[in-house]
């Protein structure tokens, strides 16, 4: 029997930022025809910091600004979207809102674009992530604990 075929992942570079409330929340996103949740940010483009292109995507997505801070996690995420296999490479930091700033003194949800599609914003506490389909799935309890450090993680969503 001939071994299965298995499409060869597109490979990408990803930035997202682990945005905070001094209460302990966290801001998640997704595309509105999504059901699931994830942390903002976007692809990093050549030359671009992770830095960079959480603040770039930051503020075409939703016109803020946030207080970037430490490295978290490097992520080497397998997964199937849309029928395409990835291979994504994470660079997850703290962050924190500018104080004054849309995330500080509004509760949400917040509208934002993804293109010409629409993204939804919204603020989650611990005790909602453990039910949440939040993607990759190691947030859902990686979220709850607050670790020092940067952790290396190699997550594969299930075939």
């Keep these: 029997m001939a071994p299965a075929h298995h499409p ?3 490979v990408r570079q990803r930035a997202a930022a682990i945005v905070r409330r001094e209460d ?3 801001l998640l996103h997704r595309l509105q ?4 949740w994830a942390l903002p940010g976007g692809g990093i483009e050549p030359g671009e910091s992770a830095a960079q292109a959480i603040t770039r995507e930051l503020q075409e997505e939703l016109n ?3 207080a970037l801070e430490d490295l ?3 992520v080497e ?3 199937n979207y849309a029928g395409v296999a990835y291979h994504e490479i994470g660079l997850y930091l703290h962050a924190r809102p500018l104080p004054g700033s849309l995330l500080d003194v509004s509760a949400g949800p917040y509208e934002g674009v993804e293109g010409d599609q629409k993204l939804v914003f919204a603020w989650f506490d611990r005790e909602q992530l453990a039910g949440l389909d939040l993607r990759p799935a190691f947030l ?3 979220l709850i604990r607050e670790t020092a450090g940067v952790q290396h993680i190699v997550h594969r969503d299930p075939p």
């Design 24 to 26: 302990g929340r966290v």
């Design 8 to 10: 060869v992942p597109r």
């Design 64 to 66: 803020i600004v946030v």
């Design 33 to 36: 025809r999504d059901a699931f």
């Design 72 to 74: 978290a996690f490097v």
């Design 77 to 79: 995420n397998f997964f």
């Design 140 to 142: 859902r309890s990686a």
